[in-house]
């Protein structure tokens, strides 16, 4: 679509990139990357003329707009805080134009190729410095887990069973299917153990990153995913949060070769700079994580025992 680049740099001035989170258009259906531009017709003596443009990155615009199932507070905070980002842009995008200039200004030689702000302001590990600051150390990624392959041929096993998962966007494992063997047509396959860490190649800058509980524990993945150990199930928990957070997911975007679909390969994953707390706060954060999920897994239970009394 260069041409279509160029059609806009050639007529218009490129005053604003808006970039919008990668989850806006979600529950439409689709995943895309979306940046909103803000142009203005081009006059005969501004031919050649572009000026710096005014960016932002929004992370609350389009995703407050939640599940029916969201509670009324959620829903209230979400709304608050996209309005509360909207005024933040009017207010930078007219200091703008009123020519005061700030870190949200991007030179024009910038706008001369790609015009999403993910090509045009790399950012990776632009958290680092901070993340120092304020006492944490600063480890790649490959430092903190181990890569896993073992690979399983199911040809080989054409009438054993297998359990089949994959990662969903709010970071669980779930369950595909239990299928043979001679159903299966991929060449090759990871079988995953539990308390390992299951990292979407395709998908892992929406989120799907998990942690693959007990009874998934023999399942099998398909090769457009990760397996990683990673220590006990404490830091394994606390790094699937760092790893799922926003900086981390953006500086996985900054990893990926693509602009629509984000893919990400390993050693480039390895990479990726995790914000290491002390040790005892890493592995306080990962026990109220596990606490959180194994109240939810008795919940689960006990709801599906209290349904089970219906029965005749």
């Not at 993910?118 to 903190?144: E, I, Y």
């Not at 239990?178 to 991929?186: D, Q």
């Not at 990479?271 to 005892?280: K, S, Y």
Request: with cysteine; proline share 4%; glycine share 6%.
């Amino acid at each position: 679509f260069g041409w279509v680049r160029d059609f806009i740099r050639e007529r218009f001035l490129i005053r604003a990139i808006i970039s919008l989170p990668g989850d806006t258009f979600r529950r439409a259906g689709s995943r895309v990357k979306t940046s909103v531009l803000m142009l203005e017709k081009k006059h005969k003596a501004e031919a050649a003329r572009q000026p710096s443009c005014f960016v932002f990155f929004s992370e609350a615009l389009g995703v407050d707009d939640l599940t029916p199932r969201a509670s009324d507070t959620d829903i209230l905070a979400a709304r608050t805080r996209a309005e509360k980002e909207t005024e933040k842009i009017v207010k930078g995008y007219n200091a703008y134009l009123s020519g005061k200039a700030g870190s949200a200004v991007l030179s024009s030689d910038r706008l001369k190729d790609r015009l999403d702000l993910k090509f045009c302001v790399p950012q990776f590990g632009r958290m680092a410095k901070k993340w120092r600051a304020d006492g944490a150390q600063v480890t790649p990624l490959s430092k903190c887990v181990r890569l896993v392959e073992d690979i399983v041929i199911p040809s080989k096993f054409k009438d054993r069973k297998f359990t089949l998962i994959h990662v969903t966007y709010d970071g669980r494992c779930k369950v595909d299917k239990v299928t043979p063997g001679r159903s299966l047509k991929a060449a090759k396959m990871f079988r995953v153990r539990k308390g390992q860490l299951v990292f979407s190649q395709i998908r892992a800058t929406d989120g799907s990153i998990g942690i693959v509980p007990p009874e998934m524990d023999g399942a099998l993945v398909s090769g457009s995913y990760y397996v990683f150990a990673c220590g006990d199930e404490k830091e394994t928990a606390y790094l699937w949060a760092v790893l799922r957070s926003h900086e981390l997911r953006a500086d996985m975007q900054s990893l990926s070769p693509g602009s629509g679909r984000y893919v990400t390969y390993w050693p480039d994953v390895g990479r990726l700079l995790v914000p290491r707390l002390a040790q005892a706060k890493r592995r306080a954060i990962g026990r109220m994580l596990l606490d959180a999920w194994k109240k939810e897994r008795e919940s689960r239970d006990q709801r599906t025992k209290a349904l089970a009394t219906l029965d005749p």
